[in-house]
């Protein structure tokens, strides 16, 4: 099924009426297609978590509306109508490992499948599926999640919003305080989701390589409006947009860069420290032939 997520002139005032009345997301437009990776970028304050909470409907617009799939969401729907809605896509917020709270692994992932009423053998199928998904031992099942490092309970985290089953998968700053091997873990997990099982990711993130590197498409907030949505290599040759908007040039940008200012130009930019190397290899290679 075609779960696009379309936002449409969508607003959000918190508080609104009252002395703390703050605007956080202005006449904001987007279409997410489905089976895409997309990613939200954008100094703190500019909206980024506020809009993602309108895909599950967490929040919902004060004006305009979403659409994901076929249902619509406006300021007037009912809590009631979410449900299915709600199924379909999964959450992970910043520290997600705070929210464990079953005595074992097996059971916190089981929790939120059960609570929809998966039970018995299926209940244990979607378990093993989860963890396998996430490249969680078996072994480590039984364990109290406290037991884990922070690595591995990111994964169980990660692992019980899967159960679920989702088709859409939002993920805001899901690497945040993993070391750099935890971090890679996520990210390759997350791509392989988009990739393999055709989930669509919309990811907020700080870390610029990540976005680079991954995202099919980029999308800028500032002062809670989109000041641009593009293509990952348009947006991060822009320098000046970038620090503009207080966003980080990723590395390879600036290797790049460096390597043309010393009279290396490679044939074209690489967003990805592999493709760069391989750039730089086959230039080098290149010159042996012409000499
Ligand atoms: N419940 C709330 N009531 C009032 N204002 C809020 C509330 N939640 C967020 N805001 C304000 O809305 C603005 C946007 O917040 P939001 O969390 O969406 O930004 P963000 O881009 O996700 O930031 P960060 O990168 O720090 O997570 C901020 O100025 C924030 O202070």
Request: proline content about 3%; hydrophobic content about 40%.
């Amino acid at each position: 099924m075609d779960n696009a997520i379309l936002f449409k002139n969508v607003s959000h005032v918190y508080q609104e009426n009252t002395p703390l009345e703050f605007h956080a997301l202005e006449d904001v437009s987007l279409k997410i297609k489905s089976g895409s990776f997309v990613s939200i970028i954008g100094k703190t304050g500019s909206g980024k978590s506020t809009l993602i909470k309108h895909i599950n409907a967490l929040l919902k617009p004060t004006s305009g509306s979403v659409t994901i799939g076929d249902k619509k969401i406006t300021s007037h729907t009912n809590n009631k109508h979410l449900k299915p809605l709600r199924q379909k896509i999964g959450m992970v917020f910043q520290f997600p490992e705070q929210q464990l709270f079953a005595e074992t692994v097996e059971e916190d992932i089981a929790f939120g499948p059960s609570n929809f009423g998966v039970e018995g053998e299926e209940l244990n199928d979607t378990v093993m599926h989860a963890a396998d998904l996430v490249h969680l031992d078996h072994d480590l099942l039984k364990k109290s999640p406290f037991d884990l490092s922070g690595g591995q309970k990111r994964r169980v985290a990660i692992a019980g919003v899967l159960a679920m089953n989702p088709e859409i998968l939002v993920l805001d700053e899901p690497t945040a305080g993993l070391d750099l091997e935890g971090q890679q873990y996520i990210l390759d997990l997350i791509r392989r989701l988009n990739r393999e099982e055709n989930m669509t990711i919309v990811l907020v993130s700080h870390q610029m390589d990540d976005v680079a590197k991954y995202s099919d498409r980029v999308v800028v907030m500032s002062g809670g409006k989109i000041v641009k949505k593009c293509y990952p290599d348009e947006l991060f040759t822009d320098v000046d947009f970038l620090n503009k908007y207080d966003l980080q040039v990723p590395e390879t940008v600036k290797i790049t860069k460096d390597l043309a200012d010393k009279g290396v130009e490679l044939d074209k930019l690489s967003l990805d420290a592999d493709e760069l190397i391989n750039g730089i290899i086959n230039k080098l290679r290149n010159e042996d032939k012409d000499e």
